[in-house]
């Protein structure tokens, strides 16, 4: 592709709207008689004499428009889907198939106990292989999402602090953090305290030590951290945090790089969330349902939400009579199908099998940092976990950014990685490539992203003007989320 010229107009053409489609007196289907003799089929008040500018198509032109529409969905399933943060890894599709049987999908949210004995097993279970992989003593099932999590789990160590004297005014976040760990820390009620990780990339315990007073609820780290390096000292720092009767809150939401292999409860951690549908085989994007389960210490157990699934003479059975409580975090399990299918993922992988997929993530991120590192600049030299982190420092100095480089990989048929994030780093491309991928993939994609560093290089302009093979160009990205036209109006003669 690189004998693309700037000048080349090589896009796709866009496929027309179906308002722009169509002839009038088209129709998918006719009435045996538009108007019989015992009266109109339609009630004529159900009838709109006209709708300026309906599309008039036949069934075959509108099966066509909408399969070519669906054809510009990018997908795991028809691509490489290199979003840092996310792992758009690839799901089983038995998953799918278990979560959908009718057992598991008819369920009404308000049956009793009673007829829902397997949903509450599994979920009992759940929790515990939960509890095992991460290092936990106990789990709730119940946030919705990451950042519901990190709620719950605020709420949690606000709650144990303010019974033993004081829910303390402080959280302590690295400035490698998702943007949901401030967040969060601040719909708890808490004051958020940054903190700068070192010039390799972690955070350091006298960092920590410096801003760590008796008026610190909590600190929240993320391992591995958002550049995809494994916080080293965590156990010192957790030292540092506990001396001073503070709590250690995990942002475990990257889990595929430690599943199998290291136990986050090992390492000094209170209470941690765990991302389903990041590491445990839901399919997301688009703000589809997740699940965020949440892991505590024996210590924390009475202040977990409620309803809590508990074993009693062999039956399952819910219950809300737990005076410490934070109380409910949402009102059903809406995601309950997120949950089956994080079940049969961990059944079907079995202990092995969750370890090799970590080592496979560790494996293929580690893998392309060194065939991109000759190419890219790194934004630290340590060796990577599940992701590793680039800058544009390199291809800035022929006039190419990051957005550029994103946007040319679109003309070579990959999804871009994530950009301008963690923000400590200028220029981010963040790449996750994730453990389902084969080496052949991932030399194409190593292959796509050195030439386009060669294209910086040689053809700057060629490179800043893409892309040049996609149905639209560069978007304002910002107004269409701002002032979203989501209506067609008939152009005005
Ligand atoms: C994705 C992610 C979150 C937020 O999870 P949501 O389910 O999107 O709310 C939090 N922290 C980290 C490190 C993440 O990668």
Excluded at 308 to 329: M, N, P, Q, T, Y
Aim: proline share 7%.
């Amino acid at each position: 592709m690189s004998e693309h010229s700037p000048g080349t107009d090589l896009r796709r053409s866009a496929p027309p709207l179906i308002f722009e489609s169509g002839s009038p007196g088209r129709s998918g289907f006719f009435w045996p008689e538009e108007k019989g003799e015992g009266g109109e089929k339609i009630p004529s008040e159900l009838l709109r004499d006209d709708i300026p500018g309906f599309p008039e198509l036949g069934e075959l032109e509108v099966l066509r428009h909408f399969t070519r529409l669906s054809h510009l969905n990018y997908a795991i399933e028809s691509q490489f889907y290199p979003l840092g943060s996310c792992t758009m890894k690839y799901n089983p599709k038995v998953n799918e198939v278990v979560a959908r049987l009718p057992g598991f999908s008819s369920l009404h949210p308000l049956a009793p106990p009673e007829l829902i004995q397997g949903a509450l097993e599994l979920l009992y279970e759940l929790e515990e292989m939960l509890a095992e992989i991460s290092g936990m003593a106990h789990v709730t099932l119940q946030p919705a999402a990451g950042a519901q999590g990190e709620l719950t789990g605020l709420m949690v160590i606000r709650a144990c602090l303010r019974e033993r004297s004081n829910p303390r005014r402080k959280i302590i976040v690295p400035d490698t953090a998702h943007g949901t760990n401030p967040a969060s820390s601040t719909l708890c009620g808490y004051e958020v305290v940054q903190i700068s990780s070192s010039n390799r990339g972690m955070v350091e315990a006298a960092k920590v030590a410096e801003v760590m007073d008796e008026e610190v609820a909590a600190l929240m780290l993320t391992n591995p951290n958002t550049l995809g390096i494994f916080e080293k000292n965590i156990q010192e720092i957790a030292e540092v945090v506990h001396k001073k009767g503070g709590l250690v809150y995990l942002d475990g939401a990257n889990l595929n790089a430690l599943m199998g292999i290291a136990k986050p409860g090992d390492m000094g951690v209170d209470v941690l969330h765990i991302n389903l549908h990041k590491t445990f085989s839901t399919p997301h994007g688009g703000g589809g349902p997740g699940a965020g389960p949440v892991g505590v210490k024996s210590f924390l157990r009475d202040f977990l939400p409620v309803p809590r699934i508990l074993k009693k003479d062999g039956s399952f059975v819910l219950r809300e009579d737990f005076a410490k409580s934070v109380g409910r975090v949402r009102s059903f399990f809406g995601n309950f199908g997120i949950l089956v299918r994080a079940y049969a993922y961990i059944i079907s992988l079995g202990s092995d099998g969750l370890e090799e997929a970590s080592r496979m993530a560790l494996l293929n991120a580690n893998y392309l940092r060194k065939k991109l590192e000759g190419a890219y600049q790194l934004a630290y030299p340590e060796p990577c976990m599940h992701e590793c982190v680039f800058t544009d420092r390199l291809q800035q100095r022929h006039g190419v950014a990051t957005l550029d480089i994103a946007k040319r990989l679109l003309d070579y048929g990959f999804h871009p990685p994530t950009i301008y994030f963690p923000l400590v780093v200028s220029g981010a491309l963040m790449i996750e490539p994730t453990e389902t991928e084969n080496r052949e993939i991932l030399d194409a994609f190593a292959d796509a992203m050195n030439s386009i560093a060669r294209e910086a290089k040689e053809h700057p302009d060629l490179v800043k003007g893409a892309p040049y093979t996609t149905p639209v160009g560069r978007l304002d990205e910002a107004r269409a989320a701002r002032k979203p036209v989501l209506r067609w109006e008939p152009a005005k003669e």
